[in-house]
């Protein structure tokens, strides 16, 4: 592989624009450079996650999402490329189905808090959630493969159970949100 990137100050992005597949040029703000950024936030929220002391078996399949999620970056920056496949969703639910079944059901929602690992994770969750909802802005104007917003969607629902067994290590009762205005209406 050549030098991709051997020049990093290129200064063509002083215009507020910057380039996509196809020798296109888009403003830096638009739907698809919002959504290209914030799956690029999310992956650097991943790293952080990471970063921190993580169960080998969780840090394993992040490690194999990021690489997924620079293919998913790469084929909203070149729209005539499908680099996110339904098998890619596949692996995410059967991973979703093995490491939730090591949790117990939930009877309440979940504060997002814990130890560094943990919130980062959370953070990563988060911004998972509004990468997705960045693609579904940029469908209602341009033909999006499904399989990014359902990928998405899904990594979402890992991140979570993620969330939940990091919360456990660190402490093995999460803490549970309390509405004290429902309690009072009971």
Same mark, same amino acid.
């Given at each position: 592989?050549?030098?991709?990137?051997?020049?990093?100050?290129? #200064?063509?992005?002083?215009?507020?624009?910057?380039?996509?597949?196809?020798? #296109?040029? =888009?403003?830096?703000?638009?739907?698809?450079?919002?959504?290209?950024?914030?799956?690029?936030?999310?992956?650097?929220?991943?790293?952080?996650?990471?970063?921190?002391?993580?169960?080998?078996?969780?840090?394993?399949?992040?490690?194999?999402?990021?690489?997924?999620?620079?293919?998913?970056?790469?084929?909203?920056?070149?729209?005539?490329?499908?680099?996110?496949?339904?098998?890619?969703?596949?692996?995410?639910?059967?991973?979703?189905?093995?490491?939730?079944?090591?949790?117990?059901?939930?009877?309440?929602?979940?504060?997002?808090?814990?130890?560094?690992?943990?919130?980062?994770?959370?953070?990563?969750?988060?911004?998972?959630?509004?990468?997705?909802?960045?693609?579904?802005?940029?469908?209602?104007?341009?033909?999006?493969?499904?399989?990014?917003?359902?990928?998405?969607?899904? =990594?979402?629902?890992?991140?979570?159970?993620?969330?939940?067994?990091?919360?456990?290590?660190?402490?093995?009762?999460?803490?549970?949100?309390?509405?004290?205005?429902?309690?009072?209406?009971?």
């Amino acid at each position: 592989m050549g030098n991709r990137l051997s020049k990093l100050a290129t #200064k063509t992005g002083d215009d507020g624009t910057t380039g996509i597949g196809g020798n #296109k040029r =888009l403003a830096k703000d638009s739907a698809r450079i919002e959504a290209i950024g914030t799956v690029d936030e999310l992956n650097a929220t991943i790293g952080m996650t990471c970063s921190q002391p993580v169960d080998d078996a969780v840090k394993l399949v992040l490690n194999e999402v990021q690489h997924k999620l620079f293919d998913l970056g790469g084929e909203l920056a070149m729209p005539d490329y499908r680099l996110v496949e339904e098998a890619d969703v596949v692996k995410l639910d059967e991973w979703l189905a093995q490491f939730n079944a090591q949790l117990p059901p939930l009877k309440e929602f979940v504060l997002p808090k814990g130890d560094l690992a943990t919130t980062s994770c959370h953070l990563a969750r988060t911004i998972c959630r509004r990468a997705e909802r960045r693609v579904v802005t940029l469908a209602r104007d341009e033909s999006i493969n499904d399989c990014v917003r359902i990928y998405l969607n899904r =990594l979402s629902d890992l991140l979570f159970v993620f969330c939940r067994l990091l919360a456990r290590a660190d402490n093995p009762t999460e803490e549970m949100w309390q509405s004290k205005k429902l309690e009072s209406n009971e």
